[in-house]
């Protein structure tokens, strides 16, 4: 049985309004269209700067429908349940992650 669409929309608009109230608590809002002084440093303001924040929203969507899931719910759901398959893609997405990192601070 799935949810009413009106719980889903109320559900998506109290996550907008509890990072609003969040941002305000915390000394307010500020919009920002890139990840930080670092991430400029690497990719400008330019268009390669969006390319890449759309290419890497494009990949993490596509990771997240072929993994059949997202991280955080294989971590988390599968993980807890001791599903095989997320057990293998916990261990892929930190290994991956790990061997990553690595490569940048060797490579930067």
Request: proline residues 2%; charged residues 5%; aromatic residues 10%.
């Amino acid at each position: 049985q799935t949810a009413p669409v009106a719980s889903h929309l109320i559900f998506l608009v109290m996550i907008g309004v509890g990072g609003i109230i969040s941002a305000v608590l915390n000394g307010g809002i500020s919009m920002s269209f890139d990840l930080g002084p670092e991430h400029r440093a690497y990719f400008g303001d330019g268009v390669l700067l969006w390319l890449v924040l759309f290419l890497g929203g494009a990949a993490t969507g596509f990771g997240a429908r072929l993994g059949g899931g997202c991280n955080t719910g294989h971590g988390l759901s599968g993980m807890g349940c001791l599903q095989v398959g997320s057990l293998v893609t916990t261990a892929s997405f930190f290994g991956t992650a790990i061997l990553v990192s690595l490569l940048l601070a060797w490579v930067l």
